[in-house]
């Protein structure tokens, strides 16, 4: 007797570009990710040196984070997100935009999920343990 369950699959309709990202290009959030700093495009008119100094603080901080993101790769994170809700979970990797966190094991006030996607702009901070 076969006693295999059918599970349905939820298909995500595909966005309005043909690369499928989700947004149009004259969109504020595609247009916020595309334009430069006001503080660069000003710096790069009055003072180059100023300019190359700021792009030099920008990867020393960009360098920074990915480096923590490595090192908390399988590690139990204390996520601290809005509305004082605090979650803990295994981390697993983040998107290359580093839109969202992949997670496993997060228990959450309300019970645990295996394997869960938390979005960034929901974290206000995260701690873990080197």
């Known amino acids: 007797m076969d006693t295999r369950i059918p599970v349905a699959v939820l298909r995500l309709p595909r966005g309005p570009d043909p690369n499928s990202r989700g947004f ?22 009055t003072d180059p040196e100023q300019l190359q100094r700021e792009q030099h603080a920008r990867s020393v901080l960009r360098e920074g984070f990915l480096r923590c993101l490595l090192s908390m790769t399988n590690k139990k994170v204390q996520f601290h997100m809005h509305e004082k809700v605090k979650v803990e979970a295994t981390f697993g990797a983040s998107d290359i935009d580093v839109l969202n966190f992949q997670v496993s094991g997060l228990h959450t006030p309300i019970g645990v999920q295996k394997e869960a996607l938390i979005r960034c702009q929901d974290v206000i901070s995260f701690s873990f343990d080197a």
Request: hydrophobic residues 25%; aromatic residues 10%; neutral net charge.
């Open 24 to 45: 149009y290009p004259d969109s504020p959030r595609f247009i916020a990710q595309c334009r430069p700093s006001i503080s660069t495009s000003a710096a790069s008119e």
